[in-house]
């Protein structure tokens, strides 16, 4: 895709370094806000979330609006050098307007409304609630839209959830009569109603689905989640359209979460000019920690790829640990400064926190934050966000410069909705993140590091797509994977693809449907899902590897078996199964099995298309972002020892010390240890 290579912030001529900062609860305190910004000063921070939910301390009183504090603290925040990301403060709502708009309060799947409190819980629909945010936001963008210390709006405060009540429903049946072109007939069979007598005569008689409602119509439950991601945009719009209006110039976005299934972030990141994200990976649990990198890894990845060949923001991260986990581990020293730059090495041009300074109180007051509750700046913590800032200034080169991966894995919100939904394989959980993530991990040892996208997103510029367990191909997905193959590209299916369309409708015909057996040569005839604790095996290449939770036994309709089960009735059928398709090549993995086995094979595609290089050690992430005139590739080490870097493949420069790196130099990165290299294109 196309790249300007364009900083995010071109004011700040590097990256930015800063966080949440809530200045509204300390205006008693004029002291600790003065010293807020000598110490914002000394972790080498250059920008703040401000006002995220300070809509008490910005309305107090209906109409009456108090914004001097504000006033000045963006004054005082530019004056040192410190940029400002402006929120809109509709994440939460003041007492008054719950208590005098009830509407405002939204309804949960019981029918019942909320009380006021908590956060995040608006009725996304109410006019009252649109029509405050509006007159908020237009009075935020009057006053701060021109001012040069504020260079982004931060919309509100991770969207999410869906309201119940009266006005909602009537909405979503709005929603249904233009998907379904006011034709009742054309929504019963979407939603294949005839099952059950569940046949609706007409719109008006379509609920939500309520906790005592209907849930069994699986076309509906999709539905109601398109339904909720169209309005959580066009509440979205509501709160851009004033911003625009006052303040044309300045970028928008909205935090988004980890893999966050309530929301189809592919259309909530078409109304915002910059995506941004919340990073709160569980470091130190009970899995190995390369597993919860790798991880983390495919959500900046997923991040990203939201708009390829732009820099994307980490907005939240902790500098130390949470406080709304079963357990609330610290982040041990040296592991915060790795994490915050293989943000930066997927592609951010921002390091943020939750937060800045502690609360004394409620609920967030033992939360993680740059400044604790000592006031000092002697802490461990803020030391390694000291260390943080001043090695993202040694970055600053690099901002604006994207990653370029040849390969990228398909991640789809209609098909994880759909596999969540799907009655049938195994009842509580089908894997499908997990699954998504696995692909990606093996890519990711192999030195590359994907792009995730949707299914409908442009497949040009790859030349390898893992496409795992695409159970519901969306109208011209099975044709454009076959274009991609055709013209040399490598696609990668496995169980549990191309079983339904778009409205949740068996294809009939065989699996995967819609023309995709063609590309896969091979037909899903049946799915084996297995208890836990059992498993087959399968032999891959001469190598043997366990198969747990779901086999799928195939037919094969001109691929070859690469790979065949060993055990059960279907011992000797295919497992692995290779197609050569155009000038490309399609591999279909039949059966769930382990990261091994996974790597095993993809480095097997990888050695056949000339990408990559041998594996990496466990724990070892290779990044890089490019800008045109330079690579910047970035070496982490997230395994508990020290690791051997494979020899640096072109001379370069360690952009921290400045040294010159000659080619075929090998070096060792300690436990949690990196190295960033610049080096010409
Ligand atoms: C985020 C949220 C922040 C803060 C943080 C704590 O999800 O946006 O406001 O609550 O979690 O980890």
């Not at 034709?183 to 906790?211: C, E, K, R, V, Y």
């Not at 497949?459 to 013209?487: C, S």
Request: net charge negative; glycine share 8%.
């Amino acid at each position: 895709m196309a790249s300007s290579y364009t900083p995010l912030f071109p004011q700040l001529n590097g990256l930015l370094h800063g966080g949440d900062y809530n200045p509204d609860q300390w205006l008693d305190r004029p002291d600790i806000l003065e010293k807020d910004v000598e110490l914002m000063k000394k972790a080498g921070i250059n920008s703040v979330s401000l006002g995220i939910f300070a809509w008490s301390a910005l309305e107090p009183e209906e109409g009456v609006y108090t914004f001097d504090w504000m006033d000045q603290t963006i004054d005082r925040l530019y004056q040192n050098g410190i940029y400002t990301i402006l929120a809109t403060p509709s994440g939460a709502r003041p007492a008054w307007m719950d208590e005098k708009y009830p509407e405002v309060r939204r309804v949960l799947p019981t029918g019942k409304r909320n009380l006021h409190g908590g956060r995040h819980n608006h009725c996304i629909t109410s006019p009252v609630y649109r029509q405050k945010v509006r007159e908020m936001n237009t009075r935020l963008a009057q006053r701060y839209g021109q001012h040069p210390g504020v260079i982004l709006w931060h919309i509100s405060n991770e969207f999410g959830g869906a309201c119940c009540c009266d006005l909602c429903r009537k909405k979503f049946q709005d929603w249904l009569r233009e998907r379904y072109h006011n034709d009742i007939g054309q929504l019963n069979h979407a939603w294949w109603t005839g099952f059950w007598s569940h046949t609706f005569d007409s719109f008006d008689q379509i609920d939500p689905p309520m906790d005592q409602g209907e849930h069994s119509v699986l076309g509906m439950l999709l539905d109601w989640r398109r339904f909720t991601t169209a309005n959580t945009a066009d509440f979205i719009r509501n709160e851009t359209e004033p911003l625009q209006q006052y303040a044309p110039s300045l970028p928008v976005t909205t935090n988004f979460m980890w893999l966050f299934g309530g929301l189809d972030y592919n259309e909530i990141a078409k109304e915002i000019d910059v995506i941004s994200w919340d990073a709160y990976p569980r470091w130190h649990n009970e899995q190995p920690l390369y597993a919860v990198a790798s991880e983390t890894a495919f959500n900046h990845s997923l991040m990203r790829s939201f708009k390829r060949g732009q820099p994307f923001m980490l907005m939240e991260s902790t500098p130390s640990k949470v406080n709304w986990m079963p357990y609330n581990k610290l982040k041990r020293p040296g592991l915060h400064e790795l994490a915050c730059l293989q943000a930066i090495a997927s592609g951010s041009d921002t390091v943020q926190y939750f937060q800045f300074r502690m609360g004394r109180g409620s609920f967030e007051q033992f939360h993680g934050a740059v400044v604790d509750h000592t006031g000092r700046d002697d802490t461990r913590v803020f030391q390694e966000v000291s260390e943080t800032g001043q090695t993202l200034k040694a970055l600053s080169n690099l901002a604006g410069s994207v990653p370029s991966p040849r390969a990228a894995v398909i991640y789809d919100w209609d098909n994880r909705w759909a596999i969540e939904d799907m009655a049938g394989a195994a009842k509580q959980d089908k894997k499908y993140n997990e699954t998504c993530i696995q692909h990606f991990r093996a890519m990711l040892r192999l030195g590359e590091d994907p792009d995730v996208i949707s299914s409908t997103e442009s497949f040009e510029g790859y030349d390898l797509i893992a496409a795992p367990m695409l159970y519901l191909l969306k109208p011209g997905v099975a044709q454009r994977l076959k274009d991609f193959t055709a013209a040399g590209g490598v696609v990668v299916t496995t169980w549990l693809t191309g079983y339904v369309d778009e409205s949740t409708l068996a294809f009939l015909g065989g699996f995967p449907g819609d023309g995709l057996m063609e590309l896969t040569g091979v037909e899903a005839a049946e799915l084996d899902t297995l208890y836990p604790g059992q498993s087959n095996r399968i032999r891959w290449n001469g190598k043997e590897y366990p198969a747990a939770e779901f086999c799928e036994l195939l037919t094969l309709r001109g691929a070859k078996a690469a790979g065949t089960y060993l055990e059960d009735f279907y011992a000797g059928q295919p497992a692995v199964t290779v197609h050569p398709y155009g000038k490309g090549m399609s591999v279909h993995i039949a059966a769930r099995v382990e990261d091994d086995c996974l790597l095993d094979i993809y480095a097997d595609i990888f050695k056949e298309r000339h990408m990559g290089i041998k594996a990496l050690p466990l724990g070892l992430e290779i990044h890089s972002r490019v800008d045109g005139e330079k690579r910047y590739r970035f070496y982490l080490n997230f395994s508990e020892g020290k690791v051997k870097l494979p020899s640096v493949p072109a001379k370069c420069r360690d952009m921290i010390t400045g040294e010159e790196i000659p080619v075929g130099t090998v070096r060792e990165l300690d436990c949690y240890g990196f190295l960033v290299t610049e080096e010409e294109l």
